[in-house]
């Protein structure tokens, strides 16, 4: 069923005048979407490493009181 399903995609697209475009189109959101992936993990990458800071200035702050 679903091998069916891809290759009538195939087809149809063939069959489509604008596919280089589209093709283009697609590969450059894909491309778009990857480095927008990567932008958000790097984000919460320094999130948690500052969160992870402050978890650790806290604590020594507590250690020194105590």
Do not use: C, W
Request: net charge positive; proline share 3%.
């Amino acid at each position: 069923m679903t091998v069916q399903k891809i290759s009538q995609r195939g087809h149809f697209a063939s069959r489509e005048p604008r596919d280089p475009v589209n093709a283009t189109f697609r590969a450059v959101f894909a491309l778009a979407s990857i480095i927008l992936k990567l932008k958000v993990i790097f984000i919460n990458d320094n999130v948690t490493a500052s969160v992870f800071s402050n978890v650790q200035a806290t604590a020594l702050e507590n250690q020194g009181s105590s």
